[in-house]
């Protein structure tokens, strides 16, 4: 046989030989993977024909745009150049493919037929080719800069890649390194041999240098080892990332399609499946208790996750030492799910998958053999913070809150702590037990009267908006005082509003979070009956507790109750635009301001509850470090309020220290839960001696404009711009909300 003859043979019998083999084992994974997925329970929320182009413009922008990974500045940028040569890059498996079967004399048709101003379209693409390459070959060292300086054995858990699988991203860098080098081998082949398709292709042009000279036949052997080889690391890397935590590469499409296009992001309200008691038998499931409970959209995430730890970087829990990651708790679902899968799809049978199908998702008592521990899943706060940072957008919130109501519902397996809060609820409308009667005894203080609404009456239309003063604010002495602030600054405004009183009952926010979804199902479906029957589709409703706000806004929509709902730092906000509401009082102080979460990452509400304090002269406004998107939880999220916190640190004195780390003399925010936590902190400080007594005090926002339009006590008696009396109707030296 002629040398050349067998130099084609070997070309096109090894590439192919290649090429079907790592064909066929992709096609057999990618095959299982979808079986798999299709083995969890439906979300017809999640049906890609329904959400498919609703959410197309989203799903570019999330993976092309590489909108989340950006917010992390160096790692973003070298992610971005990763992927877009990994986009551009796979033009050249064509190129591969054509050497393979017809030679290296091989081009792509008509791009050198496309040319304006003397430069082609292969000029082009072979600049673009090269050029994203060597940004590529930047980009992973970066990464690999960043995998040594967050190396665990170094850091421990203060490092984003604990417990990640470290292993795998390194073998992912050294593939992306060897697919880029091998083209880059191919490329300066065919330049040396005079099949240069462009001169542009920059890099070709340096690696043809070293094959300047060699005869024609040695040059075309080892392009044709280095095209099998380059084919080779290819299908390889194929597989792998079938297998492994680079399965977010083909997954992430997928799953960001067929999000709820009703939810433009993965916050807010939380999933909901209705409860039908009276459609109930025996083989109800409330909740997940198995793995295969799950819908197929959460077996979506367990594969997407890359491990990446940011998720874990920004957690609350993590961060006070507490046992819950959410990249782990993915991950260990993850594992458990291909550990369960193939008694999934029937492969084996029960003796084969042994404990596998016996050991249960989430344990009864700390420490209990299961899949995911029991203090894992009762730590979350469900703050949100995980899914703000997930680049891939898993939705870790709502997956604990599945397992928890699986535990509450089904187990009634919870921390008993929590029991107390849930009786209340149930049998008092508040998670205090003081009892709906109780409701309108804040008012009292007031000098003026506020109108309440009853029931059948539909008299909201009448009113600019209906206040919610929630739980919290109508039965707790401290957040009274609060509602007591913002109800005088409404009227201060001339704003026309009025309240439910005795008939506003607790809207659910802590017995869903705690996993008790029937309770709050009952409650969302009072409440809305009640909304409805005195006219609040017909006005605003405004809530100053951010669970209530929460609650209303985004879940009681899945409840037919479809209102107008706003938070009270935005109205304040909105008057102090205005001009309705001016502060001339000039405060002399050091402020930071904390981003409730529920107000903050679920909402976004960011700007109007700085405004409002910004609109006191004299204070002086210090951010924390971790702010905004970025802010830290209180701890009291999630239910946790009504846990006890026995590990690590408390997350409530972490976010303290934070916040005097700014060395203010007022914390402001727009939370009670938050109000309650930061207060015990401070308090907890003063006990220790690292404070006195009244040197920083915490205060709601609108208790701090309240402050910054009362009248000194040399100017009393003489009325300030939109000020008439001293709120709440106390003497003017007392500010309101004072505590």
């Not at 170094?154 to 593939?175: D, E, I, M, P, Y």
């Not at 589709?537 to 209530?548: G, L, N, Q, S």
């Not at 899945?558 to 109205?571: Q, R």
């Not at 946790?640 to 402001?668: C, F, H, Q, Y």
């Amino acid at each position: 046989m002629e040398p050349e003859t067998l130099l084609t043979v070997f070309r096109i019998v090894a590439g192919t030989a290649v090429i079907a083999f790592f064909g066929a084992w992709a096609v057999r994974r990618g095959t299982y993977l979808v079986k798999l997925t299709k083995a969890a329970a439906p979300n017809p929320s999640r049906n890609i024909g329904v959400a498919a182009r609703a959410n197309l413009k989203n799903t570019l922008i999330n993976i092309l745009g590489n909108r989340k990974l950006l917010k992390w500045s160096l790692v973003g940028v070298a992610h971005f150049w990763v992927m877009w040569a990994f986009f551009v890059l796979q033009t050249t498996l064509l190129d591969a493919a054509g050497e393979l079967y017809i030679g290296p004399q091989f081009q792509l048709p008509f791009l050198n037929a496309i040319a304006i101003g003397g430069v082609t379209a292969y000029d082009v693409l072979g600049f673009f080719q090269d050029s994203l390459a060597v940004l590529s070959l930047t980009g992973i060292l970066i990464f690999a800069s960043i995998r040594f300086s967050q190396d665990p054995k170094a850091k421990g858990r203060s490092s984003r890649f604990a417990g990640s699988n470290l292993n795998q991203g390194w073998w992912v860098l050294a593939a992306e390194v060897l697919v880029v080098w091998t083209l880059w081998v191919a490329h300066g082949i065919r330049w040396a041999e005079g099949y240069a398709p462009t001169e542009a292709a920059f890099m070709a042009g340096l690696f043809a240098n070293a094959f300047t000279g060699m005869d024609t036949l040695t040059l075309e052997w080892i392009a044709a080892g280095n095209l099998v080889v380059h084919m080779a690391i290819v299908g390889g890397f194929l597989v792998f990332t079938l297998h492994s935590k680079h399965l977010h590469i083909l997954t992430i499409p997928f799953q960001e399609l067929t999000r709820d296009p009703n939810k433009d992001k993965a916050l807010g309200g939380l999933y909901t499946e209705l409860i039908d008691m009276e459609a109930m038998d025996e083989d109800t499931v409330l909740g997940v208790g198995k793995i295969e409970q799950f819908t197929f959209d959460r077996f979506l995430d367990f594969q997407t996750c890359t491990e990446c730890g940011r998720c874990q970087s920004q957690c609350p829990a993590w961060n006070t030492g507490k046992p819950l990651s959410p990249k782990m708790l993915i991950q260990d679902l993850r594992d458990h799910m291909f550990a369960k899968g193939p008694f999934l799809l029937g492969e084996i049978d029960e003796a084969e998958a042994g404990d596998v199908i016996t050991i249960p998702l989430v344990g009864d008592a700390p420490g209990e053999a299961a899949v995911i521990d029991y203090d894992v899943l009762w730590s979350c706060t469900s703050c949100g913070a995980c899914v703000e940072e997930c680049p891939v957008d898993i939705q870790h919130v709502d997956t604990i809150m599945d397992m928890r109501r699986y535990k509450a519902m089904m187990e009634s397996s919870f921390p008993q702590e929590a029991g107390v809060m849930l009786r209340n609820v149930e049998n008092a409308g508040d998670p205090w037990g003081v009892g709906q009667s109780k409701r309108e005894e804040w008012t009292s203080k007031l000098d003026f009267d506020i109108p309440v609404l009853q029931p059948g009456q539909d008299e909201g239309g009448q009113y600019e908006y209906i206040f919610w003063t929630g739980c919290a604010g109508a039965v707790d002495d401290r957040s009274k005082k609060i509602t007591q602030s913002t109800a005088q600054l409404l009227h201060d405004a001339g704003v026309s509003f009025a309240i439910l009183g005795k008939n506003e009952t607790c809207t659910g926010d802590p017995a869903r979070r705690l996993g008790m979804e029937y309770l709050f199902q009952m409650l969302a479906a009072q409440n809305v009956e009640l909304l409805k029957s005195v006219g609040a589709e017909k006005t605003k409703i405004v809530a100053w507790c951010p669970h209530c706000f929460n609650t209303l806004k985004n879940e009681y929509p899945d409840f037919d109750g479809n209102f107008e709902v706003v938070h009270h730092s935005e109205v304040l906000a909105k008057l102090v635009d205005e001009g309705r509401l001016v502060a001339t009082n000039q405060l002399d102080k050091k402020i930071t301001y904390h981003d409730p979460c529920f107000l903050g990452r679920h909402n976004e509400v960011y700007s109007d509850p700085r405004k409002v304090v910004n609109a006191v002269p004299g204070l002086k406004p210090t951010e924390m470090g971790r702010c905004k998107s970025n802010g830290f939880c209180c701890g009291a999220g999630g239910a946790r309020m009504w846990m006890e916190e026995n590990i690590g640190k408390r997350v409530n004195m972490e976010r303290v220290d934070e916040a005097l780390g700014t060395d203010p003399e007022l914390i402001s925010t727009a939370c009670p839960f938050c109000t309650t936590m930061l207060s015990d902190g401070i308090a907890q400080k003063v006990q220790q001696g690292s404070l006195q007594e009244g040197q920083v005090e915490v205060l709601d926002i609108s208790e701090v404009l309240s402050r910054g339009r009362m009248l000194p006590l040399a100017s009393q008696g003489v009325a300030g711009a939109g000020s008439t009396a001293a709120p709440m109707g106390e003497d003017a030296s007392e500010p309101a909300g004072q505590a």
